[in-house]
């Protein structure tokens, strides 16, 4: 240990973040809504501003309320960011989001959902949040990855984790039986 140095740390709460996937349609659902936090990086000279946007593709996610247990977070956030109702779902993993400076954790992780209905713009009024829901290809998920339109970890970490997995995971929740689809 070194000398007493001071150093200020933001309390942020924890929460919890969801990536929702539907097996049967191969489909990922993904959100895009304006971010306070991304507007002013954006603005950095570390951001092209013609190419960056300040609304940023995300998976579901909200802050844990007191009495709430992560897994309550997300079923409740992807009802309200998406309208959507999940149904199997399984923790990934928990992370500091950025321990140099916050206290914040992140418990993510996947969960089962229909994508036959999925789509629109949600969210809560009282909240200001306006979110486009947007029904993608797996496929599509990853290139979005590879070519830098996303750009937030919480969404990163869980799309390259389900690039590596999605394949057991979608044979495990089809319980053995894996679609052939063909477009």
Same mark, same amino acid.
Request: charged letters at 25%; proline letters at 4%; a negative charge.
């Given at each position: 240990?070194?000398?007493?140095? $001071?150093?200020?740390?933001?309390?942020?709460?924890?929460?919890?973040?969801?990536?929702?996937?539907?097996?049967?349609?191969? =489909?990922?659902?993904?959100?895009?809504? !304006?971010?306070?936090?991304?507007?002013?990086?954006?603005?950095?000279?570390? !951001?092209?501003?013609?190419?960056?946007?300040?609304?940023?593709?995300?998976?579901?996610?909200?802050?844990? *309320?007191?009495?709430?247990?992560? %897994?309550?977070?997300?079923?409740?956030?992807?009802? *309200?960011?998406?309208?959507?109702?999940?149904?199997?779902?399984?923790?990934?993993?928990?992370?500091?989001?950025?321990?140099?400076?916050?206290?914040?954790?992140?418990?993510? !992780?996947?969960?089962?959902?229909?994508? $036959?209905?999925?789509?629109?713009?949600?969210?809560?009024?009282?909240?200001?949040?306006?979110?486009?829901?947007?029904?993608?290809?797996?496929? %599509?998920?990853?290139?979005?990855?590879?070519?830098?339109?996303?750009?937030?970890?919480?969404?990163?970490?869980?799309?390259?984790?389900?690039?590596?997995?999605?394949?057991?995971?979608?044979?495990?929740?089809?319980?053995?039986?894996? =679609?052939?689809?063909? =477009?």
């Amino acid at each position: 240990m070194g000398g007493e140095i $001071s150093r200020e740390v933001v309390e942020r709460g924890h929460a919890a973040a969801c990536l929702l996937y539907d097996p049967d349609l191969h =489909k990922l659902v993904l959100i895009e809504q !304006f971010r306070p936090g991304a507007y002013g990086a954006l603005a950095s000279p570390w !951001f092209d501003a013609r190419e960056d946007s300040p609304w940023i593709i995300e998976i579901v996610a909200g802050i844990i *309320e007191d009495g709430e247990t992560p %897994e309550q977070v997300v079923r409740r956030e992807a009802l *309200e960011e998406a309208g959507l109702e999940i149904g199997r779902i399984e923790p990934l993993f928990h992370y500091l989001v950025s321990p140099g400076a916050m206290t914040e954790s992140m418990f993510v !992780f996947c969960a089962r959902f229909d994508a $036959s209905n999925a789509g629109g713009t949600h969210g809560l009024a009282a909240e200001g949040e306006d979110i486009r829901v947007l029904v993608i290809d797996v496929e %599509e998920a990853f290139a979005m990855l590879d070519d830098g339109r996303i750009i937030n970890a919480m969404t990163i970490i869980p799309l390259q984790w389900f690039r590596a997995n999605h394949e057991a995971l979608r044979a495990r929740w089809l319980g053995g039986r894996v =679609k052939i689809l063909i =477009k």
